[in-house]
């Protein structure tokens, strides 16, 4: 029998990973990166969006806190000097530990945030989603990352409702950046949004889903950003916000 959380794996490498997936990642991810840049994947998960970013020609950080799925990168990006591996949660002050809670039959939507958690009880959609293991794990910050590895040119965060922690943790604009948003955790997406503003992002647009299409034709700001993901019906569930210091990146 194979175990949970070999399925759960199985099911995001099949997801992530499927013909012609990798075709869609590098169009879209090419506005963002070009050869010889820097880039943090943090919530690298199955590695799909690393992957990208070597094709492209960047150096990557990994960022993977889920021990099964840090050892499954050690083995996708076994013997490639261009891929850093990092296990550990992003948070907003570096040091000691925090817990991570494991979802083995779905380990994509591992979170440290309770509030995440608490959004997700009940909420139409997660109804059949088990939080059923848990994993003391040490604490970086995005400004850590930089000082050990150099300024990314490019951050992509997904951290299931931890993303305001980590940004919080950021002190260096990156030419882009984009983070995960759910419709079950709207107002974490708006704190987001003010952080970053606050950085001097003034150029953002976002995609639904997996789509890898910029739904703006043309950027728009930090408020209209929030009114767009306010104003989604609750079956979006998610998608990615992306904010730029070059407009034209973000534009469609």
């Known amino acids: ?7 759960g794996i199985g099911r995001s490498l099949r997801t992530y990973h499927a013909p ?8 879209f991810y090419r506005r963002f990166l070009d050869p010889g840049d820097l880039a943090f994947d943090v919530g690298a998960h199955v590695g799909d969006r690393a992957a990208s970013f070597r094709r492209l020609g960047a150096r990557v950080v990994c960022v993977e806190p889920q021990p099964r799925l840090d ?14 591996r990092v296990a550990a949660l992003v948070g907003a002050v570096p040091g000691g530990e925090a817990v991570l809670r494991l979802n083995t039959a779905n ?15 009940g909420a139409p959609g997660w109804e059949d989603q088990r939080w059923d293991a848990a994993v003391a794990r040490p604490v970086t910050t995005l400004d850590a990352l930089a000082a050990a ?7 992509k965060l997904d951290v299931e409702g931890f993303e305001a922690e980590a940004l919080t943790g950021l002190s260096a604009p990156p ?16 704190a987001c949004l003010r952080l970053l503003s606050a950085l001097g992002y ?12 910029l739904v703006h034709p043309v950027p728009c700001g930090a408020d209209g950003l929030a009114e767009w993901i306010a104003a989604l019906p609750a079956a979006a569930n998610s998608g990615d916000a992306y904010a730029s210091l070059e407009p034209a990146r973000i534009a469609a």
């Open 1 to 7: 029998m194979i175990a949970p959380a070999a399925k």
């Open 20 to 27: 012609g997936r990798a075709g869609l990642l590098d169009a």
């Open 71 to 84: 050892r499954l990168l050690r083995l996708l990006f076994r013997g490639d000097p261009g891929v850093a």
């Open 107 to 121: 380990p994509t939507v591992a979170t440290a945030s309770p509030g995440f958690l608490a959004s997700a009880a």
């Open 149 to 155: 590895h150099g300024r990314p040119h490019f951050v």
């Open 175 to 190: 030419r882009a950046l984009s983070f995960e948003f759910t419709t079950i955790q709207r107002e974490v997406a708006a």
């Open 202 to 213: 003034r150029a953002f647009n976002a995609c639904l889903g997996e789509s890898m299409v």
